[in-house]
């Protein structure tokens, strides 16, 4: 009897964990599905949007209305899972799909969570890169080559201590390589070839040790190449 009795308690044991497990499964499943982008980063994103010509459609997830009020769900767009903040954005242009139009990059200002910006091969008309770039201090990874950049690169792009990775070729951009840009310890790619800049190469590059590419060909650089370069170690490409 005392077996029997056992058995049934062991039994009622395992359906009452087995349903706490669902529960709990259900729970995380809800959880996840509940998670939005941050609104106020969903409306810098709608600003972001209407500076630009977006003929080929390459924005048309990006609507406002019931159906498409989470962003992270927008082509081009990938949200934290926990916390909802955008952490990447991917808008590279490839033929016949482009974005073009003055952009305004200053209404990204919200998204301080940011790690991947991508807006290559795209034909922004000569915008500038604006100095607030240098808030964005989570960014890893920032592509805006091929897109018709002008004027000059901010010193400011130095605030980006996390920054691996710099694209700027093939754009209108002038003046001097900011010394601020040896800041950036954790640069393994950097790539300004085919601007219009000018000067001499900043001593500063020989403190980036972490670099493993390294093109500043195509501009109208003078003097001789810095000793320091050759302190870069790590340097798989070198073209100047």
């Known amino acids: ?29 809800s959880e996840i599905s509940r998670v939005k982008c941050i609104e106020s980063e969903r ?20 609507r406002d209305d019931e159906n498409n009020r989470d962003c992270c769900k927008w082509k081009g767009l990938q949200c934290n899972n926990e916390t909802g903040h955008v952490y990447m954005l991917d808008l590279h242009g ?3 799909q482009r974005l073009s139009g003055l952009i305004n990059i200053s209404s990204l200002i919200d998204l301080q969570n940011i790690e991947y910006l991508n807006l290559s ?27 018709r950049f002008g004027g000059r690169i901010p010193y400011e792009l130095g605030n980006l201590s996390k920054l691996e990775y710099l694209d700027l070729k093939w754009n209108s951009l002038d003046g001097a390589i900011p010394s601020q840009l040896g800041k950036l310890t954790s640069l393994q790619h950097l790539d300004l070839s085919l601007n219009s ?32 370069v050759g302190k870069l170690t790590s340097l798989r490409h070198l073209e100047i």
Not at 2 to 25: N, R
């Open 1 to 29: 009897m005392g077996g029997y009795f056992l058995k049934i308690l062991f039994a009622l044991l395992v359906c009452f964990l087995h349903t706490e497990i669902s529960i709990l499964g259900l729970n995380s499943t």
């Open 43 to 62: 409306q810098a994103l709608l600003n972001f949007k209407r500076g630009l010509v977006n003929d080929s459609g390459m924005l048309s997830t990006w």
């Open 94 to 96: 490839h033929y016949p």
């Open 121 to 147: 091969n795209n034909d922004f008309e000569g915008s500038y890169i604006p100095k607030f770039m240098g808030s964005f201090t989570n960014l890893k990874y920032l592509d805006l080559s091929w897109s």
């Open 197 to 228: 800049l000018s000067g001499e190469i900043p001593s500063e590059v020989g403190v980036l040790t972490s670099l493993q590419h390294l093109d500043l060909s195509g501009n109208s650089l003078r003097g001789e190449i810095p000793s320091e």
